[in-house]
């Protein structure tokens, strides 16, 4: 299923959408489509490990020093 959303573009960013569809033959609506899903998934993904690790910090789930050391050493 679809639904129809109006934007507003940046002149510039229009231009260069308009030549990237032309390019690859795709509707400028696909590839917005897909640069949307891109972000959106990206930003998703982002949340939920920012989320994660604020609850392992509250549960005080920290590296031990020796673990950081270890980390530093491995990669010295």
Known sequence: MTTTMTIRLEESLKTRLDKIADATQRSKSFL????????????????????????????GDFASDEEIEAIFTKWS
């Open 32 to 59: 917005a489509n897909e640069a949307l899903r891109e972000y959106i998934d990206l930003n998703e993904w982002q949340i939920k490990e920012i989320k994660a690790g604020i609850k392992e910090a509250d549960r």
